[in-house]
């Protein structure tokens, strides 16, 4: 049966985090939420690792909600974070992309520190606070598990309004980390025989978007989509994206960027159309696929 007829794409969000990276539900959990919220196809996008992936089987099997292996890539320009989702990518941890995510991961843990001990220094918290709200110890503690210890420790009412103030990077406590850059982490998908959409652009609230000429240099380094519906972007920002796609030819996809609790995102509120997961699975060129359902019917 072909993707695009595929009954189990009705419904598809590309875009999820689990407690490998910095969600708050572990992967059976992740795809219990998506069941309960009607997504019938969920991509597991956990920042700069794929240490999930290993798990999607069983909460397929134990859902019945299709899995697309996924990671969302960091990356760097000229200061701002720039954000790329890698569907259907070579896990090798010997490629390219997976060296520069070690790389973004080992600096993105020294970051933390150095960000908890200049919080440390005005507001209650500390880095035995911060570890507690991490699910696993192998877990790379991110700016979101610093948000939770902010909150556990009452500075701040919950996860947005810590990176709305004490965690913003225009703010007095931010400190950057090693990130490839953009057009780098393009060739690598592509390297690792997967596919580059470029997530939430014009986010408002994360560096108050990205440059135009930065997205047609990662265009012409061979960008595959932009997500373009995103619940940081508003009707104007989703109407000028639409129009950059369909200029260049891109895919058009659609995520929640659900974290579980903490984040007002919720599973499904964006979503994928099965046509363009149809197309995202023909342009792979990896071994890695989609688990359906069925795989495991007997």
């Known amino acids: ?13 590309l875009h999820a985090h689990s407690t490998w990276s910095d969600g708050t539900r572990d992967v059976v959990e992740l795809f219990e939420d998506a069941r309960e919220a009607g997504v019938t196809a969920l991509a597991l996008t956990d920042h700069d690792t794929t240490a999930g992936w290993a798990e999607l089987p069983d909460a397929v099997r134990a859902t019945g909600v299709a899995a697309v292996p996924g990671i969302e890539v960091s990356a760097e320009h000229e200061g701002l974070s720039v954000h790329v989702l890698a569907l259907l990518v070579d896990p090798d941890p010997g490629s390219g992309l997976a060296g520069e995510m070690a790389r973004a991961c080992r600096s993105r843990a020294e970051r933390a520190r150095s960000m908890v001990e200049l919080l440390g220094r005005d507001v209650p918290i500390s880095w035995d606070l911060v570890q507690e709200q991490v699910a696993d110890e192998t877990t790379v503690i991110g700016r979101p598990h610093i ?8 500075v701040v009412p919950d996860r947005s309004a810590a990176f709305a103030e004490l965690l913003a990077p225009t703010g007095p406590y931010y400190v950057p980390y090693y990130a490839p850059s953009p057009t780098a982490v393009v060739e690598l998908i592509h390297a690792a025989g997967g596919v580059a959409v470029i997530a939430h652009p014009s986010s408002s609230s994360r560096d108050g978007g990205l440059p ?18 995103h619940r940081e972007h508003d009707d104007a ?14 895919l058009v996809t659609g995520g929640s960027d659900y974290h579980g609790a903490g984040k007002p995102n919720r599973l499904g ?4 159309q099965s046509d363009v997961l149809a197309a995202i699975t023909r342009r792979a060129t990896s071994t890695t696929e989609v688990i359906r359902p069925w795989t495991w019917s007997t």
């Open 269 to 272: 509120e964006n979503l994928t």
């Open 212 to 229: 135009r000429g930065l997205l047609e240099d990662m265009i012409a380094a061979g960008l595959d989509g932009i997500e373009v519906d």
């Open 237 to 250: 920002e989703r109407t000028a994206l639409l129009e950059l796609a369909d200029h260049h030819g891109l």
């Open 147 to 154: 948000a939770d210890a902010l909150v556990a420790a009452g």
């Open 1 to 13: 049966m072909s993707d695009a007829a595929d009954p189990v794409h009705d419904r598809i969000d």
